[in-house]
């Protein structure tokens, strides 16, 4: 059974940071793409972040470029979102997820968590 558990979420001022970890069990991590999502009370759900499962690729989400960075440790099983410069629009829950189509694929992903809420206050 995989399953895909978010920590490091909670509230932080405006201009600070987090990092948000996903710890992914079962033999599926090194295969997987993975991505953050986040979705703000009344919004639907927005792509924040991708990695290939080779860490060769990223991709990240005009609204962050240069603020938020997505990282994974294959021997930890474990994707991260370094959050930085942070902004009362960042409040969310923010999701990770795992997909077995690829980085670039728009299949939707396979797996979720159940997700991390973040507060900016300003």
């Known amino acids: 059974q995989v399953q895909l558990v978010e920590s490091g979420g909670g509230l932080v001022q405006a201009g600070g940071s987090l990092r948000l970890s996903c710890v992914v069990s079962g033999r599926i991590f090194s295969n997987y793409a993975m991505g953050w999502f986040r979705q703000a009370p009344g919004k639907e759900r927005e792509f924040v972040a991708a990695i290939s499962w080779s860490s060769s690729s990223t991709y990240h989400a005009d609204s962050v470029k240069g603020r938020f960075t997505i990282s994974r440790d294959n021997a930890k099983n474990t994707v991260y979102l370094q959050m930085n410069s942070l902004k009362p629009e960042d409040t969310a829950v923010y999701y990770c997820?795992?997909?077995?189509?690829?980085?670039?694929?728009?299949?939707?992903?396979?797996?979720w968590g159940q997700g991390t809420q973040v507060t900016v206050s300003s």
């Open positions: 997820a795992a997909s077995r189509w690829g980085v670039l694929s728009t299949r939707p992903y396979d797996y």
